[in-house]
């Protein structure tokens, strides 16, 4: 198609400008143009709704994005808080809990030995 552009001699004749096949015949063409001469109605007017239509709808599709980023952000903060482990806290946990060891092992050896004492005594 549009190697048939290009080229006028076969291009241009597949242009419905008239109604009627008749050579001359821009009665197509005028009654579009009646329709762009209306009062406020030119190329140029149509052109400037379209770029603000695109404009406006380009505007509120990045301020919904914006908006979807804060709500995944909200949920994801809610997430951590519900289900997130404290490092902090499960640090403290961890060296309680070795401490805890530690002294159970003291109290094991200590009786291992106190037992190995008395059956050197008896």
């Known amino acids: 198609m549009t190697s048939d552009i290009k ?34 109605n030119n190329i140029e007017s149509e052109f400037r709704k379209i770029v603000t239509s695109v404009g406006a709808e380009s505007s509120r599709s990045q301020q919904m994005k914006n908006n979807q980023d804060v709500v995944l952000k909200q949920l994801n903060t809610l997430d951590r808080s519900v289900s997130g482990v404290s490092l902090d806290e499960e640090m403290a946990n961890l060296i309680k809990y070795q401490q805890s060891y530690a002294a159970a092992a003291k109290y094991i050896n200590k009786t291992d030995e106190l037992l190995q004492t008395l059956m050197t005594i008896v």
């Not at 050579?23 to 005028?30: D, H, R, S, V």
């Open 7 to 40: 080229n006028l001699d076969t291009g241009l004749h597949k242009i419905a400008a008239g109604l009627q096949a008749a050579i001359g015949n821009g009665e197509n063409a005028n009654s579009l143009s009646d329709i762009f001469n209306q009062e406020g």
